[in-house]
């Protein structure tokens, strides 16, 4: 078997230690699932970003339903021609009436804590035929008939975006919710003192 040279093993250490950046988890038990419809006209920015600030939703995952779109703006990854990171967006693409096809996204917060909305779709179009990238979700609007989305609300675990290493822009990663651990901790701390003071009351011959 031949030896790899010690150049090569360097080199492929550090781009898996820079990859690794990508290889984040965490786990949570609290999610609310339900199903959020967009009507015509609306872009999938505005239907998603005004029902999750009505709900006070922060971080989501997202299935889109196959629908139609009157408009469409997308990008695909390329290489990168100083070869610094793994990937960079090319030119934006544009289509007219397009079927989406399916589309999964992650609502989250920007590095400067601001609500942003991350989507992939594949989508079929009479112009480009099928295609698929990274979409603009402000510049894409929905079509007749609407269009449907399966919502995970992320309860206790929250995504928020962060440099990445491979390819110098902001990502999401996870993070905990600690405003939403601390009320779950003082709403138990709360149950927890209303039993004890209840089993006191009962033990003393005082129940309610």
């Known amino acids: 078997m031949a030896r790899l040279s010690r150049k090569i093993?360097?080199?492929?250490?550090?781009?898996?230690?820079?990859?690794?950046?990508?290889?984040?988890?965490?786990?949570?038990?609290?999610?609310?699932?339900?199903?959020?419809?967009i009507p015509q006209g609306v872009s999938l920015w505005e239907g998603v970003s005004q029902a999750f600030a009505a709900r006070e939703v922060r971080s989501a995952h997202l299935d889109f339903m196959p629908a139609r779109l009157s408009s469409v703006v997308y990008f695909t990854?390329?290489?990168?021609?100083?070869?610094?990171?793994?990937?960079?967006?090319?030119?934006?693409?544009?289509?007219?009436?397009?079927?989406?096809?399916g589309a999964m996204g992650i609502f989250g917060q920007d590095?400067?804590?601001?609500?942003?909305?991350?989507?992939h779709a594949s989508m079929r179009s009479d112009s480009a035929g099928l295609v698929g990238g990274h979409i603009d979700p402000t510049?894409?609007?929905?079509?007749?008939?609407?269009?449907?989305?399966?919502?995970?609300?992320?309860?206790e675990i929250g995504f928020r975006a962060k440099l990445d290493a491979t390819s110098?822009?902001?990502?999401?990663?996870?993070?905990?919710?600690?405003?939403?651990?601390?009320?779950?901790?003082a709403q138990r701390g709360s149950r927890e003192g209303t039993s004890a003071a209840k089993h006191e009351k009962e033990k003393n011959g005082n129940p309610d």
């Open 111 to 119: 590095q400067h804590g601001m609500p942003l909305l991350h989507c």
């Open 77 to 101: 990854g390329a290489p990168d021609p100083e070869g610094k990171w793994i990937a960079r967006y090319g030119s934006p693409r544009h289509m007219g009436p397009t079927l989406l096809l």
């Open 139 to 155: 510049q894409c609007v929905v079509g007749d008939a609407g269009l449907r989305i399966y919502v995970s609300e992320s309860i």
């Open 9 to 37: 093993c360097g080199a492929w250490c550090w781009k898996m230690e820079k990859l690794s950046s990508r290889v984040v988890s965490l786990a949570g038990d609290s999610v609310r699932h339900y199903r959020l419809d």
């Open 168 to 185: 110098g822009m902001h990502v999401f990663h996870p993070h905990r919710n600690d405003s939403y651990l601390a009320q779950a901790d």
